[in-house]
């Protein structure tokens, strides 16, 4: 199974599977563009049986619908982190970080962290409707671990 940087999936990836399920930009981020799913979240035989029934064209929108079900899925409340907002900022809206932190309102020590909150719970919420919608061949996505540098050893 493909593992992928959740940076580099939704810098690039993303954007890949939107364009190929006919998506347009600019329903992203609308208000009339409401993702929430309705009724319950387990896929059914009857349900199971029309996704893998799907053309090549109705796939590739399915997933596209799938990984954008993870992002309107995160928390947006003021108190715990505007996870949404910074994602949809950053990685539809396509600002860069110092515009996003002025757009959700933070300091600088507060968006950092909020930044990689929002990616984890992607990851988690992106893990879920990948498994509930049946999407395998959505590639399984891991927030990268920086290694610290040790400082070189002092020659004498």
């Given at each position: 199974?493909?593992?992928?940087?959740?940076?580099?999936?939704?810098?690039?990836?993303?954007?890949?599977?939107?364009?190929?399920?006919?998506?347009?930009?600019?329903?992203?981020?609308?208000?009339?563009?409401?993702?929430a799913p309705s009724?319950?979240?387990?896929?059914?035989?009857?349900?199971?049986?029309?996704?893998?029934?799907?053309?090549?064209?109705?796939?590739?929108e399915y997933l596209?619908?799938?990984?954008?079900?993870?992002?309107?899925?995160?928390?947006?409340?003021?108190?715990?982190?505007?996870?949404?907002?910074?994602?949809?900022?950053?990685?539809?809206?396509?600002?860069?970080?110092?515009?996003?932190?002025?757009?959700?309102?933070?300091?600088?020590?507060?968006?950092?962290?909020?930044?990689?909150?929002?990616?984890?719970?992607?990851?988690?919420?992106?893990?879920?409707?990948?498994?509930?919608?049946?999407?395998?061949?959505?590639?399984?996505?891991?927030?990268?671990?920086?290694?610290?540098?040790?400082?070189?050893?002092?020659?004498?």
């Amino acid at each position: 199974m493909e593992r992928k940087d959740v940076n580099e999936f939704l810098k690039k990836d993303f954007w890949g599977y939107m364009y190929g399920g006919g998506i347009h930009p600019g329903k992203l981020t609308g208000a009339s563009f409401d993702l929430a799913p309705s009724g319950h979240s387990n896929i059914n035989t009857t349900e199971k049986s029309y996704v893998e029934a799907l053309s090549k064209a109705e796939r590739a929108e399915y997933l596209a619908l799938t990984i954008l079900i993870a992002i309107k899925e995160c928390t947006n409340l003021t108190y715990h982190g505007k996870h949404r907002a910074i994602l949809e900022a950053y990685y539809i809206e396509n600002l860069n970080n110092s515009q996003v932190r002025l757009k959700v309102g933070m300091t600088d020590a507060e968006y950092k962290p909020a930044k990689k909150a929002a990616l984890i719970e992607f990851i988690k919420r992106y893990d879920y409707w990948r498994e509930a919608r049946d999407c395998p061949e959505l590639p399984e996505l891991f927030y990268p671990q920086k290694t610290k540098k040790h400082p070189k050893a002092i020659e004498k």
